[in-house]
Nanobody, 122 residues
Framework: QVQQVESGGGLVQAGDSLRLSCAASGRIFSMYAMGWFRQAPGKEREFVSGISRLGRSTIYADSVKGRFTISRDNAKNSLYLQMNDLKPEDTAAYYC???????????????WGQGTQVTVSS
């Protein structure tokens, strides 16, 4: 059974940093591109970042470029999102997702986790 568990969210102030983690199980982690999405209350889910199977290629939404860094450790079946200089508009539930296709094929991501809440106060 495929399972992805996100962690690392919390309540922080603007300008602070957080590191999200996603632990995956139930399949061969390195066979999937991985990504992060987020959803704020009343808004649609949006793509944040994606990373290729071996971690050599990444892609970011313009809103987080230069502030967020995605990474993965295939030996640990884990995905990470380092978030720096957080802003109130980053407040959302963050979800990790897997992709049998390319890391930049946003529409083919699949979701399995429950998400982790990030709240940034001004």
């Amino acid at each position: 059974q495929v399972q992805q568990v996100e962690s690392g969210g919390g309540l922080v102030q603007a300008g602070d940093s957080l590191r999200l983690s996603c632990a995956a199980s139930g399949r061969i982690f390195s066979m999937y591109a991985m990504g992060w999405f987020r959803q704020a209350p009343g808004k649609e889910r949006e793509f944040v970042s994606g990373i290729s199977r071996l971690g050599r290629s990444t892609i970011y939404a313009d809103s987080v470029k230069g502030r967020f860094t995605i990474s993965r450790d295939n030996a640990k079946n884990s995905l990470y999102l380092q978030m720096n200089d957080l802003k109130p508009e980053d407040t959302a539930a963050y979800y990790c997702a897997s992709n049998r296709g390319s890391y930049d094929s946003i529409r083919t991501y699949e979701f399995w986790g429950q998400g982790t809440q990030v709240t940034v106060s001004s």
